[in-house]
């Protein structure tokens, strides 16, 4: 790094229009770079330059560089600028020079992040599709034409192989008239879905509801992303291509997960909520980011002795406790831990992170105050990234441990006040559906519990955005699983309850005013 470049005081680089820098992308083993072209000290905006090589760019050659276009699905030469939070230029990065500015600050995408790559990734991914299904999608993604399958219409341009499509379709029929399906979102694994995933060139992400088979191979499916519900599959074969695997559901205590095609590193995400944590016989991959979510307890010391690899750590609670935190300093490649709604540790515990030396980020969210402000004081100023927000003390847990809205409590934007009346809606409501067993019954709770935030919405300036209308949808099914599914059936199918979760949810949107 050029010796007069300038920090900020504690070691941490400052961006300045016009400088270069140089990074690793590791999805692809090579050195992408981009520009900055304005620190203002609210915000940097940076544009991403036409380079991808085994090494970093030299410095005579930054005037030559021009700039990177997105090409793939919807894109049209897209330049890439994007503009992020005032944080300092990560330690990873190499600053190679400056020069004058290669295009006007002026930006409208927003991340929370500094590149990593991702963008010259999906360009190499979509560059290396047949060239006659890429021109189609081109052709046919703005287009309003439609396709008749066995007597119902279907756009052309649909982006996703869903319920409606699926159980249209037979055996005999291909997804060639639908060159924009990129992915397929279904219930029931079937001979017809085996084939399409194997033919239908763009389709490279899967999301499979009920499979309803117990070995599930999926190796000669091109596939990159996988978000399987393992109820009932003992076996899971992976394909080579693999980049991220998501499971939730019951997980069956043996599965085995074949891995034999497979190479490098994925993502691997498991819901706690009906598994326990295991590698599930994966030798051949491995972990570079690992989430683990609904966590009731979690014992660090078995995510070390089972994923020793995992480059990034998510972890979140239902809420939930972690006990052995101090393993955490045994994940020695870990770069960034992410942890919210987890207790049961102290500063003691966390002193552990002391141990990375590769650590890059830290979020810690809904956390025992004690570990909270030792982190702030500790890796202040220290990291690429640090966020410790909404701090807990043992009172809070007790009163929001059964609460979903409890990450509203402390949030700027949402009235305290409206949070209060929020946590008593939904503990009003849950003794109401508790009591209710007949569907007329359902019906009049759900309507109050919409209608009251139709009130507070009103009330508190219309608070309620995109993330808020998801967390009171979201509070409404677990009402429903705890309080209806629960009683009704033992969690059995939501068909022998008096309401589906679909019709609950149907009923919302039809009371719910401008949310």
Same mark, same amino acid.
């Given at each position: 790094?050029?010796?007069?470049?300038?920090?900020?005081?504690?070691?941490?680089?400052? #961006?300045?229009?016009?400088?270069?820098?140089?990074?690793?992308?590791?999805?692809?083993?090579?050195?992408?770079?981009?520009?900055?072209?304005?620190?203002?000290?609210?915000? @940097?905006?940076?544009? /991403?330059?036409?380079?991808?090589?085994?090494?970093?760019?030299?410095?005579?050659?930054?005037?030559?560089?021009?700039?990177?276009?997105?090409?793939?699905?919807?894109?049209?030469?897209?330049?890439?600028?994007?503009?992020?939070?005032?944080?300092?230029?990560?330690?990873?990065?190499?600053?190679?020079?400056?020069?004058?500015?290669?295009?006007?600050?002026?930006?409208?995408?927003?991340?929370?992040?500094?590149?990593?790559?991702?963008?010259?990734?999906?360009?190499?991914?979509?560059?290396?599709?047949?060239?006659?299904?890429?021109?189609?999608?081109?052709?046919?993604?703005?287009?309003?034409?439609?396709?008749?399958?066995?007597?119902?219409?279907?756009?052309?341009?649909?982006?996703?192989?869903?319920?409606?499509?699926?159980?249209?379709?037979?055996?005999?029929?291909?997804?060639?008239?639908?060159?924009?399906?990129?992915?397929?979102?279904?219930?029931?694994?079937?001979?017809?879905?085996?084939?399409?995933?194997?033919?239908?060139?763009?389709?490279?992400?899967?999301?499979?509801?009920?499979?309803?088979?117990?070995?599930?191979?999926?190796?000669?499916?091109?596939?990159?992303?996988?978000? /399987?519900?393992?109820?009932? @599959?003992?076996?899971?074969?992976?394909?080579?291509?693999?980049?991220?695997?998501?499971?939730?559901?019951?997980?069956?205590?043996?599965?085995?997960?074949?891995?034999?095609?497979?190479?490098?590193? @994925?993502?691997?995400?498991?819901?706690?909520?009906?598994?326990?944590?295991?590698?599930?016989?994966?030798?051949?991959?491995?972990?570079?980011?690992?989430?683990?979510?609904?966590?009731?307890?979690?014992?660090?010391?078995?995510?070390?002795?089972?994923?020793?690899?995992?480059?990034?750590?998510?972890?979140?609670?239902?809420?939930?406790?972690?006990?052995?935190?101090?393993?955490?300093?045994?994940?020695?490649?870990?770069?960034?831990?992410?942890?919210?709604?987890?207790?049961?540790?102290?500063?003691?515990?966390?002193?552990?992170?002391?141990?990375?030396?590769?650590?890059?980020?830290?979020?810690?969210?809904?956390?025992?105050?004690? #570990?909270?402000?030792?982190?702030?004081?500790?890796?202040?100023?220290?990291?690429?990234?640090?966020?410790?927000?909404?701090?807990?003390?043992?009172?809070?847990?007790?009163?929001?441990?059964?609460?979903?809205?409890?990450?509203?409590?402390?949030?700027?934007?949402?009235?305290?006040?409206?949070?209060?009346? #929020?946590?008593?809606?939904?503990?009003?409501?849950?003794?109401?559906?508790?009591?209710?067993?007949?569907?007329?019954? @359902?019906?009049?709770?759900?309507?109050?519990?919409?209608?009251?935030?139709?009130?507070?919405?009103?009330?508190?300036?219309?608070?309620?955005?995109?993330?808020?209308?998801?967390?009171?949808?979201?509070?409404?099914?677990?009402?429903?699983?705890?309080?209806? /599914?629960?009683?009704?059936?033992?969690?059995?199918?939501?068909?022998? #309850?008096?309401?589906?979760?679909?019709?609950?949810?149907?009923?919302?949107?039809?009371?719910?005013?401008?949310?």
């Amino acid at each position: 790094m050029d010796k007069k470049h300038r920090t900020d005081g504690r070691g941490q680089r400052t #961006a300045k229009p016009g400088e270069i820098y140089a990074f690793y992308v590791d999805m692809l083993g090579r050195y992408g770079a981009c520009q900055i072209l304005e620190a203002d000290g609210e915000g @940097i905006c940076y544009v /991403l330059l036409d380079y991808l090589g085994a090494a970093p760019p030299e410095a005579d050659m930054l005037e030559g560089l021009g700039l990177y276009h997105q090409e793939s699905f919807r894109h049209h030469h897209t330049i890439v600028k994007t503009r992020i939070e005032n944080t300092p230029v990560p330690r990873d990065y190499q600053y190679i020079g400056s020069c004058g500015l290669k295009s006007d600050p002026r930006c409208s995408t927003y991340s929370w992040k500094w590149p990593a790559g991702e963008v010259y990734y999906h360009e190499e991914r979509w560059r290396a599709f047949d060239g006659d299904a890429r021109a189609a999608y081109k052709k046919y993604i703005n287009s309003g034409d439609n396709v008749c399958v066995h007597g119902r219409m279907f756009r052309k341009n649909t982006g996703g192989l869903r319920d409606e499509l699926y159980r249209c379709l037979t055996g005999e029929d291909t997804l060639e008239d639908f060159p924009c399906i990129t992915y397929a979102e279904v219930e029931g694994y079937s001979e017809k879905l085996a084939k399409w995933l194997c033919t239908a060139p763009l389709l490279k992400t899967l999301r499979l509801k009920k499979a309803g088979v117990e070995v599930l191979d999926l190796g000669k499916a091109p596939l990159d992303y996988l978000e /399987l519900d393992m109820g009932g @599959i003992r076996r899971l074969v992976l394909p080579g291509t693999i980049r991220s695997l998501s499971m939730h559901g019951e997980v069956h205590p043996e599965l085995q997960v074949d891995d034999s095609l497979c190479s490098g590193k @994925i993502d691997l995400y498991l819901s706690l909520r009906k598994a326990s944590l295991h590698r599930f016989g994966m030798e051949r991959v491995r972990i570079r980011e690992l989430g683990l979510d609904d966590i009731a307890e979690l014992d660090m010391e078995q995510v070390l002795g089972q994923f020793p690899e995992a480059e990034n750590l998510r972890i979140s609670g239902k809420p939930g406790s972690v006990v052995h935190m101090e393993a955490v300093g045994g994940l020695r490649g870990l770069r960034s831990l992410y942890c919210r709604d987890l207790f049961g540790y102290g500063a003691a515990d966390v002193e552990a992170l002391e141990r990375l030396d590769e650590l890059r980020e830290l979020d810690f969210d809904s956390i025992p105050r004690e #570990a909270g402000l030792y982190l702030k004081k500790r890796w202040k100023g220290k990291l690429d990234r640090l966020c410790i927000a909404h701090l807990r003390d043992g009172d809070w847990l007790k009163e929001n441990l059964e609460n979903p809205l409890r990450h509203w409590d402390g949030n700027e934007f949402i009235p305290r006040a409206a949070y209060q009346s #929020a946590r008593k809606c939904y503990k009003d409501t849950k003794k109401l559906l508790c009591q209710t067993a007949d569907r007329a019954g @359902i019906e009049e709770v759900v309507r109050r519990y919409t209608e009251h935030f139709n009130k507070l919405n009103k009330r508190y300036e219309e608070f309620i955005e995109t993330q808020e209308r998801e967390d009171i949808f979201m509070a409404m099914q677990k009402l429903y699983e705890d309080c209806v /599914l629960e009683r009704e059936c033992g969690q059995a199918d939501e068909k022998a #309850a008096p309401m589906t979760l679909s019709e609950i949810w149907d009923m919302m949107d039809e009371v719910r005013e401008d949310w």
